[in-house]
């Protein structure tokens, strides 16, 4: 089973990209799904998680701007990102936690030009 993520590209300062991550077969028992990001010379961050039940949490800095949500029965998670920045540049890569192993989609590349 592999996650694949979409939907990264160039925009705008203060334009909107929807992150998509599927994976390409059945999974059974996700803990939860998270979508982390990585900037160049920087280290990976968690940018937001979701569980199983739906509980959502953000980085502090992004609250407000991105959400996140899980559709179970595709077994895909979404990450909407609002009013972008340059700073939110990085590649951006989906995890699946399930109970026996964890899950990396392969990233997509967001840039935010100013």
């Known amino acids: 089973v592999q996650l694949q993520a979409c939907g990264g590209g160039l925009v705008q300062a203060g334009g909107s990209l929807r992150l998509s991550c599927a994976a390409s077969g059945r999974i059974f028992g996700i803990n939860s799904m998270r979508w982390y990001r990585q900037a160049p010379g920087k280290q990976r961050e968690l940018v937001a998680s979701i569980t199983s039940g739906g509980t959502t949490d953000y980085a502090d800095s992004l609250k407000g701007r991105f959400t996140i949500s899980r559709d179970n029965a595709k077994n895909t998670v979404y990450l909407q990102m609002n009013s972008l920045k340059p700073e939110d540049t990085a590649v951006y890569y989906c995890?699946?936690?399930?109970?026996?192993?964890?899950?990396w989609g392969q990233g997509t590349q967001v840039t935010v030009s100013s």
């Open positions: 995890n699946f936690l399930l109970y026996t192993a964890t899950l």
